[in-house]
């Protein structure tokens, strides 16, 4: 699920912010737009935020950066939905929290990740369980699922330009 600032003087201040000469109607036609924005349901990934907000303000999107433009769902006009999104975690963080290596993909009802750590190994269904409590992961009742899954997730990564790691095969 996206959510985005509905709050007015914040979205005035962002659009301000990414102003860049272009007249001040814009700013303020963009600034109205954002303060219209509630939520859209769509999945997304943290790097889906640049491309959308850049889009937003009206500032070209460089090439080579990754994630997805959904300014226009955030705007209320159709557009393509991501059926699922890659989550890569490499391991090392700047204060040792989670420095374990995973990989994961989230789709609208579910949340899969393939670990180096055995108990980081998760299977949620994020439509009956949205406080991901009840791990399905290793239950013989999910085992079709989790293959499925499995085998998205490994695609996932290949689309991504990654190899396979070795706690993922």
Known sequence: IMR??????RARELAAQAQGGRPRS???????????????EHVVSGLDIYPTCAALCGVPIPPGVQGVDHSAAALGLDSPKQTEVLIQWLGQALYGFGDYQYR???TARYTYSASDVPEHRVLFDNQDDPFQKNNLHGSPLAAGLQKQLHEQLCRA???SGEALPAFVQ
Do not use: F, M
Not at 4 to 9: I, K, S, T, V, Y
Not at 26 to 40: G, N, P, S, T
């Open 4 to 9: 985005l600032p509905g709050d007015a003087a």
């Open 26 to 40: 814009q700013v303020d036609q963009v600034a109205e737009e954002i303060e219209q924005l509630r939520e859209v």
């Open 104 to 106: 994961a993909i989230r």
């Open 157 to 159: 990564i290949l689309r």
